[in-house]
């Protein structure tokens, strides 16, 4: 008589990828995800390419126990390879979430650029029907829908259809036959790539359609909040273009994400590669704990600033670009400030006027420099 093997399954296993100069990012996610969820995960599968440097591996390991695995798969048409570089290949990932389901009841698929801010360990209630996503948008704009994935439509499909944001994915043991789910969405992405905008995003959403997948929804706007949207019950940001901390300094909001990077980097991880070129070119302007901020805003005041800091006040300050130069000369001033204090003092008549005026005018910029690399 044959008898049956049951097969004990670990409760969840999280997926990351990131192509190597990238590796920063994903151990901003762990950093934040040890301070307020440590013992969400049995296990932690990160996905990378050839050019993962080691120093940044280890540092993973010291975060978390991490297995890494190398992931190679392109495109096959180059056309449509080049015209979506700027996802790189890590997107499809997602993909090989599906693999791990014998193992794992559930597996869950978090970008590399989040921001955890408070403890997410109640998505582990999530995935009941086999897949769990968060609604694209909140609230849900008329007339949006899966079209909004694809530069044209897919024909015979529901172009209308809800549209689900796939940065953070949960699928569970519940899903049937999820290798073969695995092999069409990779025939999927051959045969549609010519027709897809955001990478995997699409093809994820013709899967649902196509197996009629019930989709159960978890509040996005606690675990998978835009930057624009209502962030007041936020645990989990998306960050998102222009409020990526490491391209763009988006005032305090996002501070917390400095402090992890500071973290990554005392544990011996590489800089980030957004920052090296920065901390060459500017490094005498670094200072302070909010040495990141400070240099963004420099680096980036052009074409950044002016689109970011919405007050009055705010704006007036960058309105007046000389707030630069000060910045820039802030040590050198703050020693010309205490020299005429000094002046002020031992000095008589007129030079003593000229000094105190000096001192009053230096002192007033000082202070305007501080208020706004504070954000203030």
């Known amino acids: 008589m044959q008898r049956s093997i049951v097969m004990n399954k670990k ?10 100069n990238y590796l920063f990012s994903v151990g901003n996610v762990l ?43 392109q495109i096959k048409n180059l056309k449509d390879r080049e015209r979506l570089k700027y996802f790189s290949n890590m997107p499809y990932v997602r993909f090989e979430m599906l693999t791990y389901l014998d193992s794992y009841k559930k597996v869950f698929w978090f970008d590399s650029d989040f921001l955890i801010t408070d403890d997410i360990s109640g998505l582990l209630q999530y995935g009941n029907t086999g897949i769990s996503m968060s609604i694209d948008l ?4 008329e007339g949006h829908g899966v079209h909004m994935f694809f530069i044209k439509n897919v024909p015979e499909y529901d172009m209308m259809a809800k549209a689900y944001a796939s940065g953070l994915v949960i699928f569970s043991d519940k899903l049937k036959e999820p290798l073969k789910l695995r092999k069409y969405l990779y025939e999927k992405l051959d045969l549609y790539s010519g027709y897809i905008k955001y990478a995997e995003q699409g093809i ?6 196509d197996f009629s997948l019930q989709v159960e929804e978890f509040p996005k706007l606690i675990y998978h909040a835009f930057p624009f949207e209502d962030k007041s019950k936020a645990k989990l940001i998306h960050l998102l273009d222009r409020t990526k901390p490491w391209q763009y300094y988006s005032g ?21 590669f957004t920052f090296e070129g920065l901390l060459k070119q500017y490094q005498k302007y670094f200072y302070g704990q909010k040495r990141y901020q400070n240099i963004l805003h420099m680096a980036y005041f052009d074409d950044c600033i002016r689109n970011i800091l919405s007050s ?5 300050i960058c309105d007046n670009e ?14 010309r400030y205490w020299r ?7 000095t008589f008549g007129k030079k003593r006027r000229k000094y105190k005026q000096k001192r009053k005018e230096l002192k007033a910029r000082l202070k305007q420099v501080r208020a706004f690399l504070k954000g203030k």
């Open 138 to 141: 909140d609230p849900y704009p």
């Open 252 to 272: 305090t909001a996002y501070d917390e994400w400095y402090e992890n990077h500071k973290q990554w980097i005392t544990l011996g991880g590489g800089e980030a």
């Open 312 to 316: 009055p006040n705010k704006a007036s």
């Open 322 to 335: 000389t707030i630069i130069k000060d910045i820039g000369n802030y040590t050198k001033n703050k020693i």
């Open 340 to 346: 005429y204090r000094l002046l002020s003092k031992i």
């Open 31 to 73: 950093i934040g995800l040890k301070k307020h969820s440590p013992n969400m995960f049995d296990d932690i599968v990160i996905y990378t390419d050839e050019t993962a440097t080691e120093q940044d591996k280890e540092t993973i390991q010291k975060i978390f126990p991490v297995t890494f695995k190398i992931y190679d798969f």
């Open 204 to 209: 994820l959403q013709l899967m649902i359609e």
């Open 11 to 20: 409760n969840a296993l999280l997926i990351m990828a990131a192509t190597g």
